[in-house]
């Protein structure tokens, strides 16, 4: 079984500044992959990045990348140079062999501008 | 490529009542996955479909039921609805089974249940 955990329900950042959104996991599966969706208002689920466990190096996506610390099962999601469109839910989800994605309960980012 | 189409986008059912959602996947894409969101619960997984066999399933009453037409389209039907059904309905497909392939969700059929 995996379980997805985000603590922290709401963060807010100044337009322009970085922001870091926080994530662990759990899992018996030696083979996953983690995810981080981006939901805004309009419902539509975007998908911002993707990690495979196996690989040591941080994803990156423009100004969106990840902190993996596999031995901590702990990824964090970096977002540079916030925009006002960056403003949603973001949820942060792995999947395994069995292939279904768990999904954690989300963090709605705010943007000041 | 057009995207994941969900129909309809909203629905108001009373209880007792049964309703079915739509799912029109990617062009090419042979796995569809269905997701329940609420607020209390979150995201939570209510079955895969692939090459038109249910390959995974969430922890769901067996009112909840699938299935997926040879041209990859997939639909979901809930009977007997509840109060409690209300939620947004997910659907997402993948190029294969899902895991390994990244998924790519649809906006999502809203239910409510009077």
């Known amino acids: 079984a995996q379980t997805v955990t985000q603590s922290q329900p709401e963060m807010s950042v100044q337009e322009a500044e970085t922001v870091t959104l926080s994530c662990t996991y759990d899992?018996?599966?030696?083979?996953?992959?983690l995810f981080w969706y981006k939901q805004p208002p309009s419902r539509q689920m975007i998908l911002v990045i993707r990690?495979?466990?196996?690989?040591?190096q941080n994803a990156t996506e423009n100004r969106f990348s990840v902190n993996f610390q596999k031995a901590a099962k702990s990824f964090s999601l970096k977002i540079s140079d916030s925009q006002l469109g960056d403003a949603a839910m973001y949820f942060c989800a792995s999947t395994g062999a069995n292939s279904k994605l768990t999904f954690g309960k989300g963090i709605t980012l705010s943007v000041r501008p | 490529k057009a995207g994941v189409t969900q129909t309809p986008r909203y629905l108001i059912k009373t209880r007792g009542q049964q309703v079915t959602l739509s799912c029109s996947p990617i062009?090419?894409?042979?796995?569809v996955s269905w997701y329940q969101q609420t607020p209390g619960q979150g995201l939570q997984f209510l079955f895969e479909y692939f090459s038109e066999t249910q390959r995974n399933k969430g922890n769901f009453p067996g009112r909840f039921s699938g299935r997926q037409f040879s041209n990859s389209r997939s639909e979901m039907n809930v009977s007997t609805l509840e109060l409690g059904d209300s939620a947004l309905y997910l659907c997402?497909?993948?190029?294969?089974?899902?895991?390994?392939?990244?998924?790519?969700f649809g906006a999502g059929t809203r239910l409510s249940v009077l």
């Open positions: 062009s090419g894409h042979r796995s």
């Open positions: 899992t018996s599966e030696s083979d996953y992959y």
């Open positions: 990690q495979e466990a196996y690989k040591q």
């Open positions: 997402a497909s993948s190029l294969a089974l899902a895991g390994k392939n990244i998924q790519y």
